[in-house]
């Protein structure tokens, strides 16, 4: 899996964009970007993924550059509750002798804290 | 919405003694693993499961560890012999065929005195 690097955090104010960035220059073709978050001692929380285009979900968008060498992912609104780490992982999809086996590796993230 | 329960949310055990962490996955996902964060450090992932046998496994997933779907519900992981070094949280998560995202259960806090 490509590596990744992130800011070790970021503040953002309640009700304003949050915008987190990662890069991944050395990403290959078949590899995708994926965001996992973590709330304070809970279980990581999927977010959102995608391959080259721009992706949108109920929690986030992702924002990947044309060349894939870097990726933003935007909470439009953030509220305290999004206050976490955040994860961007680079991955095969489906990748394994298994047939799909898909662990995900996680890094040391960007703790986002969002102020009232 | 669906989704991953563990038990129990805490477990405390005295070193030596063998521990069983459970887990109920997502009905209809057929990958599980299991990771674990010791506290303030990385997750870590420690074993993937599919079509009843191990698939992956790190080096912390040594002859201590053990994983097993009894049945067609859950998916358990025993520690025999624990250690002080094995206190942390311990996530199962599962992924369904064909999709990207695994999700991940809220964990069993294991505590070894």
């Known amino acids: 899996d490509a590596k990744t690097t992130q800011p070790p955090s970021m503040d953002c104010a309640e009700g304003r964009a949050a915008n987190l960035p990662c890069n991944h220059s050395?990403?290959?073709?078949?590899?995708?970007v994926y965001w996992y978050r973590q709330i304070h001692s809970q279980g990581p929380q999927y977010i959102i993924h995608?391959?080259?285009n721009n992706e949108t979900n109920e929690m986030a968008s992702l924002i990947i550059t044309e060349d894939r060498k870097s990726s933003t992912l935007i909470l439009p609104h953030a509220t305290l509750r999004d206050t976490a780490v955040y994860y961007c992982?680079?991955?095969?999809?489906?990748?394994?002798?298994?047939?799909?086996?898909?662990?995900?590796?996680f890094g040391t993230g960007t703790k986002l804290q969002v102020i009232p | 919405e669906p989704e991953v329960t563990q038990t129990p949310s805490h477990q405390v055990t005295q070193m030596g003694q063998e521990v069983i962490l459970r887990c109920v996955p997502i009905s209809n996902h057929l990958y599980f693993y299991w990771y674990r964060q010791i506290l303030g450090q990385k997750v870590e992932f420690l074993v993937s499961?599919?079509?009843?046998?191990?698939?992956?496994k790190s080096e912390i997933f040594d002859d201590q560890f053990s994983v097993e779907r009894p049945d067609g519900s859950n998916f358990t992981l025993k520690i025999r012999s624990t250690k002080l070094e094995d206190s942390a949280m311990y996530f199962c998560?599962?992924?369904?065929?064909?999709?990207?995202?695994?999700?991940f259960g809220q964990g069993t806090r294991l505590t070894v005195v």
């Open positions: 992982i680079v991955r095969v999809m489906g990748a394994g002798d298994s047939g799909g086996y898909q662990k995900v590796t």
């Open positions: 499961f599919y079509n009843n046998e191990i698939s992956e």
């Open positions: 998560a599962s992924s369904i065929v064909g999709h990207t995202e695994a999700f």
């Open positions: 050395t990403i290959s073709g078949n590899e995708y």
């Open positions: 995608g391959l080259k």
